[in-house]
């Protein structure tokens, strides 16, 4: 298609030049042509040689929860089952967008492969925990330690490589705790009971923290499929979107996504 | 649901937060041998990792204590079991360390071994950590001797995904290195 675009835009051009009587104009303008021929032809190598790498989108593991008036607190399947098909869906939209990543979508697994990626991603949330923990840890030893470590979930992946011919696989991981209406309203009391403390014996009586609204943590990686390792991770210690409506999802996502490939959590610790 | 629910959401992505945030002491490995419990026993532990010291035990890691763990603990006689009972002295020192982790180790392999170069057992358990919706199956080698002045036991613990493998060797290699007084 270039091609045809280019011949025909030197053509008219050349046309254009036989009605000019300056030769100046018309080395000019074979310099143009040449220079255009020369940058389409770059462009097309290097569109050659620019592999669009094939990406696998695992499903997300997200979990939601209710957090109660009592701070009792209940797992939530049909809302975690919603925010992980929209994150999903959401993750795969970020492969999609980028020029040079094809999305490659899980296949349906036999038993034992879909218990051994479920194996990994358990163990994904450990290792990202030990990750936040030591990077955020007070303790400057940990962290200055870290350069000797490395975060990775195995080779027991590989398997998917060899299903989808993907190498790398994104994942996107966490969870929500939503407030019940009775805690909103629990929370909104004990606002106005802290000001009216404050405004008519001078001190707050009841403290926020009892009615803390809820709480999240969500990461994103992307994973090398072969060695299990964790070639980049982000995360956001807040989430104000609402992952069970597709459009929140997506922003989320992006939002998680938006750094890569800087600011891995695994180099700002180097 | 009530804490447990709790739990069983943040412990999933937290709770190495909880083991370590509050462990000030944790200090990088030196090259010298680490010597505890008023000098009762001598060890060097691996290159690079961290460790802390207690009054009677010691705990050893690289990753955070969910991803490995080396552990030393020493009963002094007066609280050291005296059963002569092979498998009844490797669970009373197995005791304390599913007590550090809270769930049920079970038997793999219980076999005589040299530690400190005296006759002691070497086993291997495995246990599965479930948070919420995530179980993570691990691997221990559990070292136990009798010694002087009471008993030791060594344990190593790591998922059985790729972390116990790629750092066992270092944990045999540290339990060479054990020296009792």
Known sequence: MPRILLAESTHSAIQDCRGCKSGMKIV????????????????????????????????ADFHVTTLGA???VTPNPEWTALAQENLTRATAELVRNRADWKLVELPELEPADRDALNEHIDL????????????????????RNLEHTEFVLGSGLGFLADITGAEQALLLAGFQMRSTDGRKVLSALANVGSFLSRSVIGFQVIGRPVFELGDAHTTLAVIELRTGKISWLTQREVLTEDPRVPEEAVEAAHELFAPYPRKSLLEVRR | MKRAGMVAVLAALLAPALVLADSPNWKPVGELPIALAKGKFVIKLPDHWMYQAGPMELESSLHGSTLDRILVIFQPRSRASTT????????DLLNPHEQRDDR??????????????????????????????????????????????????????????????TSLPLFEAAVKTLVLR
């Not at chain 1, 994904?124 to 962290?143: E, F, I, K, M, S």
């Not at chain 2, 005296?118 to 001797?145: L, N, Q």
């Not at chain 2, 009471?150 to 972390?163: D, E, K, R």
Request: glycine share 8%; proline share 3%; hydrophobic share 40%.
């Open chain 1, 28 to 59: 000019l303008m074979r310099m143009n042509r040449a220079l255009v021929s020369l940058a389409c032809g770059l462009l097309l190598v290097g569109a050659a040689l620019a592999e669009t790498r094939k990406v696998l989108v695992l499903p």
């Open chain 1, 70 to 72: 009592g701070s009792t």
């Open chain 1, 124 to 143: 994904y949330r450990v290792v990202v925990a030990a990750v936040v923990d030591l990077t955020n840890n007070q303790n400057g030893y940990w962290r």
């Open chain 2, 84 to 91: 002569t009972d092979t498998e009844s002295f490797a669970q």
């Open chain 2, 104 to 165: 049920k180790y079970r038997l793999e392999s219980l076999l005589p071994a040299v530690v400190a170069g005296r006759e002691g057992y070497r086993a291997e358990y495995t246990s599965v950590s479930v948070s919420g919706t995530a179980s993570v199956e691990y691997r221990h080698v559990v070292y136990g001797v009798k010694g002087p002045k009471g008993n030791y036991s060594l344990s190593y613990a790591a998922p059985a995904i790729h972390y116990y493998r």
